[in-house]
């Protein structure tokens, strides 16, 4: 909260990441557990201003279950979507990326070594 009360006139964008424990529909700190969606409330375009019309991204490493994904394997392939608008009026949601390392009810795989596999993609 203490973050989406700064100027951020100056800023480009706003970029937060979290690594931690969860379950689904729930995060888990040190000493607390929240709920995901407490990570943006605050900087929505209502509350934030300053960050209206910039990018804000969330990347959350963190289990959302217990079911395994044990995955497929796939060939090569590229696809594009060329999709514009010229609308101005933006919802107070507008420009958020909220990416989770697994689906809902899922395990994020991690390598004991090397950390999350998720992250190392992003890095």
């Not at 973050?3 to 969860?22: A, F, K, P, R």
């Amino acid at each position: 909260q203490q973050t989406s009360e700064m100027d951020h006139t100056d800023n480009d964008c706003l970029l937060i990441t979290v690594l931690t424990h969860g379950e689904l529909g729930m995060l888990y700190a040190k000493d607390t557990h929240y709920k995901p969606d407490n990570l943006w409330y605050y900087f929505t375009a209502d509350k934030c201003p300053t960050l209206a019309g910039k990018p804000k991204l969330f990347f959350i490493q963190a289990c959302q279950g217990d079911k395994l994904d044990a995955g497929i394997t796939l060939s090569n392939r590229t696809e594009t979507d060329g999709f514009s608008s010229s609308s101005y009026r933006i919802p107070i949601h507008a420009d958020f990326l909220i990416v989770f390392s697994t689906v809902p009810g899922y395990f994020s795989w991690r390598n004991t070594t090397r950390g999350s596999w998720f992250m190392q993609a992003l890095c």
